[in-house]
């Protein structure tokens, strides 16, 4: 009978420092938001009355209401309308870099960050950033990092939105265009571009909305 041989004892797998850290990260993102939601809802003040139900997707907006605006998603198309491209020199094949505003009642209301180098930008409904700052501040409020123009609905008012092309000199328009409150909806709705855009996503939130689902797109 032939003696068995000896077989090395197989290494245990080691975790990379940097695995530790984009871990430890995920779960502090995770706890963060969470235990800023927590925190924000128990420094409510109590109050005797029932709370207002969730306005549900699709509804139109309430007279008087506050609501949150926002462009969720925005195609933008591979050339400006007469075929140019959104770029030069250096930078002529590059995608454009979108950003856009909000304006309501004659005033710029909100502007986003811009998404550098995309055909389909994209916003959170939710300012990471701001989110994560939060860890370090005294006062927690989920209103401090929501994303969005806030504007009260009232007949007969429109906003207009602006989609730019974030340039070193002069910013292109990609298109704009204006929305009457009485054509908004709860949820996302799209509209298809007639200039810059192929389509664009609105996102409309009540401004007291607390399902997570609704905040943490």
């Known amino acids: 009978m032939l003696p068995m041989a000896d077989v090395p004892p197989v290494p245990a797998r080691r975790t990379g420092p940097a695995a530790l850290v984009t871990g430890a990260t995920s779960l502090l993102f995770i706890g963060a938001v969470g235990g800023i939601y927590l925190l924000s809802r128990a420094r409510e003040p109590a109050s005797d009355a029932s709370p207002a139900q969730e306005q549900p997707a699709g509804t139109g907006l309430i007279e008087g209401r506050d609501y ?94 602006k989609v730019w092309d974030d340039d070193p000199v002069d910013d292109d328009l990609i298109e704009e265009f204006a929305v009457t409150t009485a054509e908004l909806r709860v949820g996302d709705q799209v509209r298809q571009g007639k200039g810059g855009l192929e389509s664009v996503t609105l996102r409309i939130l009540p401004r007291d909305a607390q399902q997570l689902d609704q905040l943490f797109r």
């Open 68 to 161: 949150r605006v926002m462009v969720a998603v925005a195609h933008v198309r591979p050339e400006k309308a007469e075929g140019a491209k959104w770029d030069s020199g250096l930078a002529e094949k590059a995608a454009p870099d979108p950003y856009y505003e909000i304006w309501w009642r004659g005033n710029l209301v909100f502007r986003s960050q811009e998404v550098e180098d995309a055909l389909v930008a994209s916003w959170s409904s939710v300012a990471l950033p701001k989110l994560l700052k939060l860890l370090t501040d005294e006062k927690i409020s989920l209103e401090t990092v929501k994303e969005g123009a806030l504007i009260q609905a009232r007949a007969a008012e429109e906003i207009r939105v």
